[in-house]
């Protein structure tokens, strides 16, 4: 047997017969669901306590009872308690100032002493000076502060309309200059809704990120403990230092796979029971597409080639994982920057700048995987030489060119690097073993 | 499998390392590389390995230029010893031997042979990182010989063994010799290699001093002198022909000699004189021959010692 088999063996053996790897499997995608699906269950719960606050109206046009009435609308999760409890409402003289901050600091202390959640301050002129109003609270709730804005506005547009003469009941008005929601389709006809496209993405590259990353890390770590323990010497007197690497790379490499591949089995499964969810069906113009199918899968494996042996070549350089620490900070920063500018790409996914940052090397696997994502093509839409698939193309042959370079890079230096120990050595020393 | 260095030469930044350094190992003996820390034994062995390749000369196998094929062919034990901590006994022995091109059914065949030789049948499920240090060496001395190696390079193999395993070891060595192995053994303890080795080779500050057959080196370098314990009184001795001096320790005489003296006819007039209880041709030890052919101050020698001790 080869003796690349043998490495490759091993290196496999211990990620995949290691419980971890099972609790991985079964942990990585539970905390990824409660990471997305917490905070917005949490965020869409409603109250089940009633929220107190009081008003203070300076406008002297009955605003603050008018605003109070107009709050009980909104109801709490048995639909028949009202949600706001107006516990006063101060009709106070825009002349009558000393009397406003008398008022003014009790309802404050009020506030401090949770005796009150909130208070509205409708202002002299409001509907006039749309500064005029403010809210006062010790709990930033958006939804509280939209309700009290929306209220508001739609007594000081009553006031405002009274004012104006014009011959027309309010609520005629009102529903005259209602707000639409103006939905959204694509060219192609029907449309991928923004979130589905978003959280696709999300879950896509969060699933390479932590696989390359994770992975390349086990590569590094992997290095580190043969060179610590010392038994790099006497692999080297069996194999040569590139089989060895190799080996290591490509063994880790098919523990990956075997890990991505048992969650594409549980997502299938998971998708047979999509009727239970609420998921907009569109999501199988993501899910199903051939184009993204097969970007994943070659971003994710010239992706993962690239950074492990970014990482074995690490490894082979430092002489503890603590000091291998300092190099993985920026690869870090590198890998998450298509999170960050996720925003920036699904808005501008063809931009000159998505477009550039897209097809620098070490990003490309993340970046371009976005932009694929984000504009989901089929293949009759664009050919292998234009579009977006033409663009991912071009990347993913600069990818496999700099898979090449690294390995022929990290070959080099790996060699020297395995068999020093103490110090590190410095970038110059680094370059010598490169053309050495 | 015969081994050859011819003017080998290896500079790390602009200090050189090992310098025109030949020597031959023949098939079937127990070769010792022997001088102090930083002589450049450890240099020269990686060389051999093909782990540093050498700035100038050539190594040569069977007459053969090193291949890969060689790497299944030769055992090899280094200074800084380590195995995989979380691997098994048996899974490193099996990961060590199949990187030695041995298939999973030959490790399974001889495996429990060299556990039950070294006492360790019974940890073999045991992890490696829950042995005592000691166990750990006698591991690592079997993954280097299990797979039959042809060649066996075994760098300071004793170091932080104690004399029971230190036996134990040494017989196993000495029975692979007669089996035709060849064995290359490096050490800063010289009296080890004086047990131990057929052939010397002494370098120092990476150059070789002195190398051939053990005896011969000692003859060569002998002090050429005669230890007497006898009963009597011994006066006479200084005035037989042949001795330069004589000096008188509390139970015996010792008598240097002259170049080409006569031993046998000393001894025969000795003991038709006096009661003989003990007549000894003094061999000098390979550490005196070591000082004196390499002109070390002796404590410079105790010096590196020291210093390898502290690394």
């Excluded at chain 2, 009597?232 to 005489?253: C, D, H, I, K, Q």
Aim: proline content about 3%; some cysteine; aromatic content about 10%.
């Amino acid at each position: 047997m080869s003796k690349f088999w043998v490495i490759f063996k091993r290196e496999y053996a211990q990620v995949v017969k290691k419980k971890s790897f099972i609790v991985g499997i079964v942990l990585t995608p539970l905390l990824m669901i409660g990471f997305s699906v917490i905070p917005a269950w949490l965020a869409s719960k409603k109250a089940s306590d009633t929220e107190p606050l009081a008003v203070i109206d300076r406008s002297g046009y009955d605003s603050g009872l008018k605003f109070s009435q107009s709050l009980e609308r909104y109801k709490l999760d048995d639909d028949s308690t009202a949600y706001y409890d107006v516990r006063g409402i101060f009709d106070i003289d825009d002349s009558e100032s000393e009397r406003y901050q008398i008022v003014y600091d009790s309802l404050v202390q009020c506030i401090n002493d949770q005796q009150l959640k909130y208070f509205v301050v409708i202002g002299p002129d409001a509907q006039l000076v749309d500064t005029a109003s403010f809210m006062v609270t010790n709990s930033d709730n958006f939804r509280a502060n939209r309700r009290f804005g929306d209220c508001l506005s739609e007594i000081l547009s009553a006031i405002r309309l009274q004012e104006s003469k014009v011959n027309l009941g309010v609520d005629s008005v009102l529903s005259l200059t209602r707000q639409i929601d103006l939905a959204q389709k694509d060219a192609k006809g029907d449309s991928i809704p923004f979130e589905i496209k978003y959280f696709s993405a999300i879950i896509f590259i969060g699933i390479m990120f932590g696989m390359i990353f994770g992975y390349g890390q086990l590569v590094m770590r992997s290095v580190i403990e043969e060179k610590n323990s010392r038994i790099m010497e006497v692999l080297i007197s069996s194999v040569s230092p590139f089989q060895l690497m190799l080996g290591k790379v490509i063994g880790l490499g098919a523990a990956t796979f075997t890990q991505v591949s048992i969650w594409v089995i549980l997502g299938a499964g998971l998708y047979s029971m999509k009727g239970s969810f609420d998921i907009d069906s569109s999501i199988d113009r993501i899910l199903f597409n051939p184009v993204i199918a097969a970007f994943f899968v070659f971003f994710m494996m010239s992706g993962y080639l690239l950074f492990s042996t970014l990482f074995a070549l690490i490894g082979s350089i430092v002489n503890s994982e603590k000091e291998a620490q300092n190099f993985v900070m920026p690869i870090t920063m590198i890998m998450i920057l298509p999170f960050m500018l996720g925003i920036y790409i699904i808005q501008n996914p063809n931009s000159t700048a998505s477009t550039v940052l897209s097809l620098i090397p070490f990003l490309t696997p993340t970046m371009m995987m976005m932009r694929v994502i984000f504009v989901a093509p089929t293949l009759t839409e664009y050919s292998l030489f234009s579009g977006i698939i033409g663009e991912a193309t071009l990347g993913l042959v600069l990818v496999c060119l700099s898979v090449l370079g690294m390995i022929w890079i990290t070959s080099k230096v790996f060699r020297v690097g395995i068999l020093m120990y103490g110090k590190r050595p410095t970038l110059p020393e680094i370059l010598k073993w490169v053309r050495y | 499998m015969r081994l050859q260095l011819e003017s080998i030469r290896k500079v790390y930044d602009g200090k050189v390392a090992v310098d025109d350094l030949s020597l031959e190992v023949l098939e079937g003996v127990i070769y010792g590389i022997i001088g102090p820390n930083g002589a450049g034994k450890t240099t020269t062995i990686r060389m051999i390995m093909n782990i540093t390749i050498p700035d100038s000369g050539q190594i040569l196998i069977d007459d053969a230029p090193l291949s890969q094929d060689f790497k299944n062919r030769v055992g090899y034990l280094p200074e800084e010893r380590g195995l995989y901590k979380k691997m098994t006994l048996v899974e490193v022995v099996q990961y060590m031997a199949e990187m030695k091109g041995k298939s999973p059914h030959y490790v399974r065949d001889h495996i429990d042979y060299w556990l039950e030789l070294m006492n360790l049948q019974e940890y073999k499920s045991r992890k490696v990182e829950e042995l005592s240090k000691g166990m750990q060496q006698k591991l690592q001395f079997i993954t280097t010989i299990l797979h039959e190696p042809d060649l066996i390079i075994l760098d300071e193999l004793f170091s932080g063994l104690d004399p029971l395993n230190i036996e134990l070891i040494k017989n196993v060595i000495l029975d692979l010799k007669r089996d035709g192995k060849t064995i290359l053994f490096s050490t800063h303890v010289m009296e080890q290699a004086e047990k131990l080795c057929d052939y010397i080779c002494m370098i120092s500050s990476g150059r070789k001093v002195i190398d051939g057959k053990l005896s011969e080196v000692k003859a060569k370098f002998g002090k050429n002198s005669v230890q007497i314990d006898m009963d009597g009184n011994g006066a006479f001795v200084s005035s037989l022909p042949g001795v330069r001096n004589v000096t008188e320790f509390n139970n015996y005489v010792e008598l240097d000699m002259d170049e080409g003296a006569n031993v046998s006819e000393i001894l025969k007039t000795v003991a038709n004189r006096v009661k003989v209880r003990r007549f000894e041709i003094v061999e000098p030890s390979l550490y005196d021959i070591f000082i004196d052919v390499a002109r070390i101050d002796p404590s410079e020698y105790n010096r590196a010692e020291e210093g390898e001790a502290h690394v």
